[in-house]
């Protein structure tokens, strides 16, 4: 997989902050995209690579981003992100008590790798679909997450 020179570029963000940054800043716009993770209005196994850069807590449908972000990547496309866990809460995947409303995002909190780790292998990126993840702990509250799709895909 050669990831050095994308054919196309494409940003997602259901809020359009990466837009206003490139319409501010004058930058060159790549093809953009307002959508919801969880709906990603892409075809199946069409995308190389996804980066989602502290952004995992934030989605108010965890569980169903993570499996259209496996749906949409080819195979052997990678899927990067971090995000953020506080391991001093200890409760698995508790909400913080925001409503979830179109208005409103939930914030989800890690307990720590392992439960990151198990829910990108269920959307997908597990041994079974010939994928491979790997959640490493960064400092003290940040994780790194390297998924990659199976060469069998599987969407």
Excluded at 64 to 69: A, G, N, V, W
Excluded at 112 to 122: F, G, N, P, S
Aim: glycine content about 10%.
């Amino acid at each position: 997989m050669n990831l050095a020179y994308p054919s196309i570029i494409v940003l997602t963000d259901y809020y359009c902050l990466l837009w206003n940054r490139f319409a501010k800043e004058s930058l060159p716009f790549p093809e953009f995209i307002r959508c919801d993770s969880a709906k990603l209005p892409l075809r199946s196994d069409s995308i190389s690579a996804i980066h989602a850069g502290a952004a995992m807590h934030c989605w108010p449908n965890l569980n169903e981003s993570l499996s259209e972000i496996y749906r949409v990547l080819k195979p052997g496309g990678a899927f990067f992100a971090s995000t953020f866990f506080t391991p001093s809460i200890g409760a698995r995947g508790r909400r913080s008590g925001l409503k979830q409303s179109a208005n409103q995002q939930g914030f989800y909190l890690f307990a720590d790798e392992q439960e990151i780790y198990e829910l990108v292998t269920k959307a997908g990126f597990s041994e079974e679909t010939g994928s491979q993840c790997v959640v490493r702990k960064e400092g003290n509250r940040c994780a790194i997450v390297k998924a990659v799709k199976g060469r069998g895909g599987g969407s």
